[in-house]
């Protein structure tokens, strides 16, 4: 009897932690224990004493917050790390730190969807200037042609996102977004043209801080291209320590009394640096006789420099990866400009760095999340062709199941990487500034476009290595480890950013904790703390009920197919919750330094926020069949790669072996997921190779060419005739295999099917066509010497015929 009552005391426990009650009910609940198992009238008096001290906030703060809060330890957060952290705003990734995610919250943010002005714009505007020039092309000329760049020009491309008042297109977030996908399913060179001049730039910066004078002066000349914008920010010894920039500005007074700033600077990596016109620079202003009333030093400031402003120094080009886009050096002695030039003005000086982490906030989710998607569409769409054109030992070789695979891969994650550029420009839209979801972005879509390119090459084998202009994917493989480094390399990202200080601004507690501990604030800290210490107690018993459930005691929202994905989302997070308070209280302050740690929480999280964004785009777009496998594939594959960083975190808490063993063999014998299915995957791969709606909802939004004389115009031609004549083919090799036909090969066999009646003359044709297409689709570039040895010498020339592009470049813009 006695053993029965713990038990049912056990089970209690744990619902009262599931569920989360208030402390008068845990209260209850010891009363209720002790009753039940008799206990002593002096254990009942100790009881009743801590009740009371628990209960009465005076009491509790002097007994128990007081010394808690002297012996806590937090980690210490320095002035550029708080800019960095109060950055932007929370959004939805709160709701993983919480251990019970609202998803009806999450699934109520905002689903941009096209609408017809902006299909318009990317059927008319976008198309054109794609097939204006090709990736090959623009690689040749280490340039966009000047046409492209007058295009570019005329129709506001550099001020998509600068209001229509101003002279821009005033488009959303999202609209940005499907222009840039679009784009970089042509050339990469596209997105690094257009992408700054509309994100972290003068136009972005202006358009947040500006005054309404430089509003009204700069915005309408950079919306129609008479001002060409960069922004300089990385210097030799501050890279992803940008808040350690040494560029000095120094106020003091002219003769006629205005006010100026004289600037020393030396920046590298600025994308369109050479042929800008307007330079935004990050320095640090100091105003050693405080002209400004603000102190001797300011801070980081931004300011606006024309390029013609003595002093300046341009006119050399770095060369990233032999990726022709203009990034450069920019350097400055002893340039004075008036301190009008201050974004924002005088009122502005000094919140530098503030203004460029609140910008980064939002554009690190929009732009790279909208390039990588239409890198990774452009992969799915020509792997598939491809596998099924490509034919070894008598059958495509997307028939193999080494090459259905990475196929698998290409179109799983193409599916999640367009539902989180899709989810994440919503929420930019609706004001969100989201920090962490942006990191998160940065850095997951650039490092899973980096594979599903790695996966296009090792599938086109030959011909994804041979350059030219057949070649379609090389390009991009080359170019993949620049947006892996630029804005925060992708180390520092994942292990920094993401969790290091995710945790901090978004767990429901831990800053409102640090804030409190060092204002001395005993009452605010006392309010915050007891809320936290029941949240851990709460996750907990979520995490014991969830893991012996598998998920299934999780109240969650879903249909037939999203249900079970949202119990296992549920349990994850109660997991990682509970092990990120577990890892705080262990570790305290010095958490931040075991990076290895914070890695896997960081993929841990990344891999729910991206999950979350499957799921709601399945939702809604009405749950179509079409992308089912897709989103199963997806989910399946997230969850095991939230499986592999708690396996990770596991075998690495500094906890003793045993307990380490204990816990591992459990999540291992009762694991979120497993990866996808082979039969799963093998679909996914067969649907890359039909055509459908399933490919091509995968696929839509994209620059697809259908002259054959381009390289995927041509491909794509032979894929429609090959899959035509694939009845015909299997018609004849049914007839060869049952002895009908003799075993012969190619040309002849289809001559004796014909002659013997196997297949009709208009099916002889239509295979002749097909194998015609198949034949020239898979050929590669090939050179003569001559020719081969120019495009080196072209190359090799490097800065010189590069300063002239320059030259021409600006009297073309200018």
């Known amino acids: 009897m006695l053993l029965l009552q713990f038990a049912l005391l056990i089970v209690l426990l744990l619902t009262l932690g599931f569920i989360g009650v208030p402390l008068w009910v845990w209260l209850g609940y010891g009363a209720i224990a002790l009753f039940i198992f008799n206990a002593s009238l002096w254990l009942s008096g100790i009881y009743a004493a801590i009740g009371l001290i628990l209960a009465v906030p005076q009491i509790r703060r ?65 198309e054109q200037v794609c097939r204006m020039a090709t990736d090959w092309d623009i690689h040749q000329r280490k340039d966009l042609p000047v046409a492209v ?22 488009f959303s977030n999202f609209a940005y977004s499907s222009v840039m996908a679009k784009l970089a399913s042509r050339s990469f060179i596209y997105t690094a043209t257009v992408g700054v001049t509309n994100s972290l730039g003068p136009a972005k910066l202006l358009l947040n801080y500006g005054t309404s004078d430089q509003k009204d002066y700069y915005l ?27 560029a000095k500005g120094i106020v003091f007074r002219g003769d006629e009394g205005q006010l100026w700033v004289r600037l020393n600077f030396r920046k590298r990596y600025i994308t369109l640096g050479t042929i800008a016109t ?258 851990i107690v709460r996750n907990k018993a979520r995490s014991i009920l969830l893991s012996l459930s598998r998920g299934y005691l999780a109240l969650v929202p879903g249909t037939k197919f999203t249900k079970r994905y949202y119990q296992k989302l549920a349990w994850s997070s109660a997991m990682f919750a509970f092990l990120t308070d577990l890892l705080l209280i262990g570790l305290g302050g010095s958490l931040k330094r075991h990076e290895k740690l914070t890695g896997r929480l960081a993929d841990w999280l990344s891999w729910m926020y991206l999950s979350m964004a499957a799921l709601r785009r399945f939702a809604a777009e009405g749950e179509q069949p079409a992308d089912l496998i897709f989103v199963q594939w997806a989910m399946n594959y997230s969850f095991a790669q939230m499986q592999q960083a708690l396996e990770g975190i596991l075998a690495n808490l500094p906890i003793p072996t045993i307990a380490r063993s204990i816990l591992l063999s459990f999540v291992r014998i009762n694991p979120l997921s497993t990866i ?99 034949f020239d689709a898979i050929q590669v570039d090939a050179f003569t010497l001559p020719e081969y040895q120019g495009n080196g010498a072209a190359f090799a020339s490097g800065f010189s015929s590069h300063v002239k592009i320059t030259d021409s470049a600006k009297l073309s813009l200018t």
């Open 220 to 246: 309408p000349r950079l919306a129609e291209g008479d001002e060409i914008p960069c922004f300089a920010l990385t210097e030799p010894t501050a890279g992803s320590d940008a808040a350690s920039i040494t």
């Open 278 to 535: 307007l330079i935004g620079l990050a320095f640090k202003l100091y105003d050693p006789d405080n002209l400004l009333g603000k102190g001797e030093e300011v801070g980081i400031t931004c300011i606006l420099i024309p390029a013609n402003t003595e002093g300046m120094i341009l006119g050399k080009r770095h060369d990233p990866m032999g990726v022709p886009f203009y990034n450069s050096p920019v350097e400055g002695r002893d340039v004075i400009v008036s301190i009008d030039q201050i974004i924002g003005g005088v009122e502005q000086a000094g919140q530098g760095w503030k203004m460029l982490m609140q910008t980064l906030a939002a554009g690190r989710g929009i732009s790279f999340p909208a390039s990588c998607t239409g890198v990774a569409k452009l992969v799915a769409r020509v792997t598939g062709d491809y596998a099924k054109v490509r034919q070894q030992f008598g059958r495509s070789i997307g028939q193999f199941e080494g090459i259905e695979e990475p196929l698998a891969r290409i179109g799983g994650l193409t599916y999640l990487l367009d539902a989180t550029r899709i989810y994440t420009a919503g929420a930019v839209d609706a004001g969100e500034k989201p920090a962490v979801v942006s990191a998160i972005a940065k850095y997951q879509f650039t490092e899973i476009t980096r594979k599903l390119v790695n996966d296009g090459m090792d599938i086109l084998g030959g011909s994804g290595i041979c350059r030219g202009s057949r070649n379609l994917l090389a390009n991009f493989y080359i170019a993949m480890p620049i947006p892996i480094t630029v804005e925060g390399s992708n180390i520092l990202t994942r292990t920094l950013m993401i969790f290091g200080q995710g945790v901090i601004r978004c767990h429901p507690y831990l800053y409102a904790e640090v804030i409190a501990i060092e204002a001395g604030d005993t009452i605010a800290f006392d309010q915050v703390l007891w809320k936290h210490i029941g949240s």
């Open 676 to 774: 996808p299915t082979d039969t799963l995957g093998s679909q996914v791969a067969q649907a890359l190779q039909t055509t459908g709606e399933n490919r091509d909802r995968l696929t839509t939004g994209i620059y697809i060419p259908t002259h054959p004389d381009e390289a995927l115009g041509r491909l794509e031609q032979a894929f429609q005739r090959c899959e035509q004549a694939e009845a015909v083919i299997n018609k004849v090799k049914q007839a060869s295999r049952s002895g009908q036909l003799p075993q012969e090969k190619g040309e002849t066999l289809f001559e004796t099917a014909l002659k013997i009646g196997v297949i009709t003359q208009v099916e002889a044709d239509l295979m002749r066509s097909a194998e015609s297409a198949r």
């Open 149 to 170: 760049w007058d295009y570019l020009k005329q129709e506001r491309f550099f001020g998509m996102m600068i209001p229509i008042e101003y002279g821009g297109l005033g």
């Open 62 to 126: 002097r007994v128990l917050t007081t010394p808690i809060m002297k012996v806590m330890r937090v980690p210490k957060i320095s002035d550029t790390e708080r800019a960095a952290i109060e950055a932007g705003t929370v959004w939805i990734e709160r709701e993983f730190f919480s251990g019970a995610p609202d998803f009806e919250r999450m699934n109520q943010a905002i689903y941009p969807e096209v609408t017809p002005e902006l299909q318009t714009f990317l059927d008319t505007q976008v």
